[in-house]
T-cell receptor, first 107, second 122 residues
Framework: DIQMTQSPSSLSASVGDRATITCRTS??????LNWYQQKPGKAPKLLIHGASSLQSGVSSSFNGSGSGTEFTLSINTLHPEDLGTYYC?????????FGQGTKLEIK | EVQLVQSGAEVIQPGESLKISCQAS????????IGWVRQMPGKGLEWMGMIYPGDSDTSYSPSFQGQVTISADKSISTVYLQWSGVRASDTAMYFC???????FGSGSYPYWGQGTLITVSS
């Protein structure tokens, strides 16, 4: 299985700040990396697929980058509605493992 | 509009069998992978496995292989997740998620069900 290491596990930032989450994989997955946002009590929502492609309807504040084994999700200008938990997921080879999650708190 | 509608919450006793469902609409059900994802209380997402409804090809995570069975009924555009005997450790929210359209790989999920909460308790 491909192991996912996501950091930080939690993040507290203010409205208007920039937030960055990192995901590292145990082997080269090229650009087969997705980012999801999950709000409490809700299903996850796909934000970024293919490492850097913004999913339709998702705010352009979200930006994904990286390839190989290191990836980054940036939220350029935090809004209150961005609170939630963010997960990376590799879609290179099954089992399609998720990172441990990053809980984002808005101060 | 693509929709995945899951069956309702279940409270079930240890050792009982259980089958939950996920009905898809709004796209060609046969041609896109559907996966199942577990979320234990207060924990992260775990990919369990997936099915290609067109030919019922399945792939399971080693962590779930032999513990659950994923199946599909093309006639009603529905995918199932079943247990032959649940345990307390199966208490969790279960999500189905679909590849749903071209441009996404078999493990990329733009479409999700609302989740089914399973509580195993005696």
């Amino acid at each position: 299985d491909i192991q996912m290491t996501q950091s930080p596990s939690s993040l507290s930032a203010s409205v208007g700040d920039r937030a960055t989450i990192t995901c590292r994989t145990s082997q080269n997955i090229r650009n087969h990396l997705n980012w999801y946002q999950q709000k409490p009590g809700k299903a996850p929502k796909l934000l970024i697929h293919g490492a850097s492609s913004l999913q339709s309807g998702v705010s352009s504040s979200f930006n994904g980058s990286g390839s190989g084994t290191e990836f980054t999700l940036s939220i350029n200008t935090l809004h209150p509605e961005d609170l939630g938990t963010y997960y990376c997921q590799q879609s290179y080879s099954a089992p399609y493992t998720f990172g441990q999650g990053t809980k984002l708190e808005i101060k | 509009e693509v929709q995945l509608v899951q069956s309702g919450a279940e409270v079930i006793q240890p050792g009982e069998s259980l089958k939950i469902s996920c009905q898809a609409s709004g796209y060609n059900f046969d041609n896109y992978w559907i996966g199942w994802v577990r979320q234990m209380p207060g924990k992260g997402l775990e990919w369990m496995g997936m099915i290609y409804p067109g030919d019922s090809d399945t792939s399971y995570s080693p962590s779930f292989q032999g513990q659950v069975t994923i199946s599909a009924d093309k006639s009603i555009s529905t995918v199932y997740l079943q247990w032959s005997g649940v345990r307390a450790s199966d208490t969790a929210m279960y999500f189905c998620a679909s590849q749903g359209r071209r441009g996404f790989g078999s493990g990329s999920y733009p479409y999700w069900g609302q989740g089914t909460l399973i509580t195993v308790s005696s």
